[in-house]
């Protein structure tokens, strides 16, 4: 189990290294970081010797291992427009936005069992037939438009929730700010994190269903009703521990994505989460920023795939996490 | 009274436009205690009948017609909690492959429990003592170390062993067994087969074995039904069937067998397929194979007759014989 674990540690600094050196590449790439800092009425010669102080004439690996340095010690750059350490910056944005991915994992666990399970059991029923329909529509429709939609029903025409920011928080354990303790703000994260999971419910009740299915017609599961066994216990103990092996390893990588995903669902829902950050920083050329958020949002990726590998092996017996570290 | 008392059953499967008949007709009878021995080439409905058996045919299958008696309760028109009452309990199945027979996530004593809890009011550690008890009648060593075992760490004659321990849970009057050595080793085949015999004997329990292999039933049975293309063809004591078939199809099927040629020489194989079940002949469905074939056979269906000391389903039963009568004293 250990050398699983450190095996698996290993290969997720290996994937650290290629995100954070794709990562510092754009930064060169992103135009001249001197325009951003002094502006136009210095002199060229001022900026010559302003690019020989900050390092920017050295080589590219010298200025990549001097980054990577820096990085390891939670050093990410200054924030040209907070003036700020970035990884301050985005640390302080970062509650908001894992909430707002909680609350639609929330959603999408809370609701793609039941359904997808539904429909896999009584795929012929008029209400299968509608979960399947709509699941459809809701893979299509990109996520920023479901968002507007929804804006408009239940903002505006229903008047039910509000539309934007994430009204009234309470701050926890220190630096926590959580949606999660007032009813305000429960109202406020409804709408972001049902639009949030638009996409990835509708995917994953596809996927339960497709996998509870072909489960459905193996040969335990037949031999379970031969011993007699009631249906539910069949459905629920047999049937869907098998389904939900291969739905947690595809969950995992899901989960990072929607990471991704919230920089759409936070722009229209004004949410003041990391998403938000990073497109203003785009807006800004606020190129440490950027450089940064990449690399955080890549390190919550990689983390959540290795949490995620790991209980794979807890919950299928048939991965031996002690042998395979060997 | 017999344990099973099966009259005209037909089982059909439902088409996108029509239906197809996988069993036709089928009447047979099972003492208690009786082992019956049902052969036939792939595809001739033998699997299907133990599924029907079960009344566990999955969709598109389904039962059009006859009765199976269970000790008198026609079980092809029990509800389904009726019947659950019945499967696992007093009528058991032991299925084809032991590797994906078991569920992979479940260790062998959840498995063995949730049986028995299933139709008896027992607790775990009492439902546990008794899987113990039957596990060590199925020769498996240290018992109670198994039940914390997960299926893939186990090997396919063990987990065959398991499976039939299984069925022998909760006493079953009867147990079918599809086929139960196919998917193993050579040399377990027989040690599996010896061990359902001993057991099926002492415990008296009534078996249905669902094999295409005649020497199996050769040993294991005493009466055997042949099927082909989803109708008996003949049917009799094990051992009249064995020397003296009365079907040319069973005469084929004895013929083919290695024993029955000398080294060397080819295999007597019958020419031929069996027809798909949504083409099957008019008349006898063996007639397009069949060497002693005459112009009635492809128009009109041989009803099952009492020959010699079979039944068997064949026009030309009477010539054939007085012909192999004739070879013989020639």
Redesign the interface.
């Known amino acids: 189990m250990l050398a699983y674990l450190v095996k698996r540690v290993f290969q997720a600094i290996a994937v650290m290294l290629v995100i954070s050196l794709v990562g510092f590449a754009i930064q060169d790439n992103l135009g001249d970081p001197l325009r951003e800092l002094v502006g136009q009425s210095v002199s060229e010669e001022v900026r010559q010797e302003l690019r020989d102080e900050l390092g920017l004439n050295d080589s590219f690996l010298k200025q990549y291992t001097r980054f990577l340095g820096n990085a390891l010690q939670g050093d990410l750059g200054t924030s040209y427009f907070f003036k700020e350490p970035a990884l301050d910056v985005i640390l302080k944005k970062l509650p908001a936005t894992l909430e707002l991915v909680l609350g639609a994992t929330l959603i999408i666990v809370g609701l793609s069992v039941p359904l997808g399970v539904y429909t896999a059991i009584k795929p012929n029923t008029i209400l299968s037939r509608l979960i399947m329909g709509i699941s459809i529509v809701g893979i299509s429709i990109p996520v920023f438009l479901t968002a507007i939609l929804m804006i408009f029903v239940f903002s505006v025409e229903f008047g039910w929730l509000p539309s934007y920011g994430r009204g009234d928080v309470v701050t926890v354990f220190g630096h926590w700010d959580t949606n999660f303790a007032t009813l305000d703000g429960w109202a406020h994260i409804l709408l972001p994190s049902l639009a949030l999971a638009s996409i990835m419910l509708p995917l994953f009740v596809r996927l339960i269903r497709a996998e509870m299915m072909e489960v459905l017609q193996s040969e335990y599961v037949k031999y379970a009703k031969a011993k007699g066994i009631r249906p539910f216990r069949i459905y629920f103990v047999h049937a869907l521990k098998n389904t939900l092996l291969p739905v947690i390893t595809v969950g995992g990588v899901q989960i990072g994505t929607m990471v991704a995903y919230t920089i759409l669902t936070e722009t229209v829902f004004q949410w003041p989460g990391m998403g938000f950050m990073f497109l203003e920083a785009v807006n800004r050329v606020d190129t440490p920023l950027i450089v940064a958020y990449l690399i955080v949002v890549g390190f919550i990726f990689v983390l959540t795939n290795t949490v995620v590998d790991l209980i794979y092996g807890l919950v299928n017996p048939t991965v031996n996490l002690a042998r395979m570290g060997a | 009274m017999s344990l099973l008392s099966v009259r005209d059953l037909t089982v059909k499967f439902a088409m996108r436009d029509n239906t197809v008949t996988a069993l036709d007709n089928i009447s047979f009878d099972l003492a208690k205690g009786e082992r019956l021995g049902i052969v036939g080439e792939s595809g001739a409905g033998k699997s299907i009948t133990g599924f029907a058996l ?1 009344n ?1 045919l ?1 969709r598109p299958g389904f039962i059009d017609n006859g009765k199976i008696l269970f000790e008198g309760e026609d079980i092809a028109n029990m509800s389904d909690a009726q019947m ?6 007093r009528m ?2 032991i ?1 084809q ?1 032991p590797m ?8 062998i004593g959840q498995q063995m429990v ?2 028995l809890m ?2 008896r009011k027992l607790s775990k550690a009492e439902a546990e003592q008794i899987a113990v008890v039957k596990l060590r009648e199925v020769y498996i060593p240290s018992p109670e170390e198994r039940l914390a075992q ?1 299926p ?1 760490e186990l090997s396919g004659g063990m987990r065959q062993r398991i499976i039939i321990a ?1 069925a022998l849970l909760l006493d079953p009057e009867l147990i079918i067994a599809d086929e139960p050595t196919t998917a193993l080793d050579v040399t377990i085949q027989a040690d599996i087969m010896e061990l359902l015999l001993e057991l099926c004997q002492s415990n008296k329990v009534g078996l249905i074995l669902i094999t295409h292999d005649l020497g199996v039933v050769s040993q294991m049975t005493e009466r055997t039904l042949v099927m082909y293309a989803g109708k008996i063809i003949e049917a009799g004591r094990t051992r009249e069937i064995i020397n003296d078939p009365q079907h040319p199809y069973t005469q084929g099927l004895i013929n083919a067998l290695p024993q029955q040629t000398k080294p060397g020489m080819r295999l007597k194989q019958i020419p031929g397929n069996m027809p798909s079940l949504t083409a099957i002949p008019a008349g006898c469905p063996f007639s397009p194979r069949c060497e002693y074939v005459r112009d009635h056979c492809r128009t009109t269906r041989p009803e099952p007759v009492q020959y010699a000391h079979v039944e068997v389903a064949c026009h030309e039963v009477n010539r054939l014989h007085r012909e192999n009568s004739e070879e013989q004293s020639a």
């Not at chain 2, 659950?84 to 309990?89: E, S």
């Not at chain 2, 994906?100 to 260790?107: E, K, M, Q, S």
């Open positions: 079960m566990l999955s659950r009452g019945i499967r696992g309990n058991a199945m299925f492959d994906v027979t078991l569920n992979p996530v479940l260790t949730e049986t299933a139709h997960y893939h299984m």
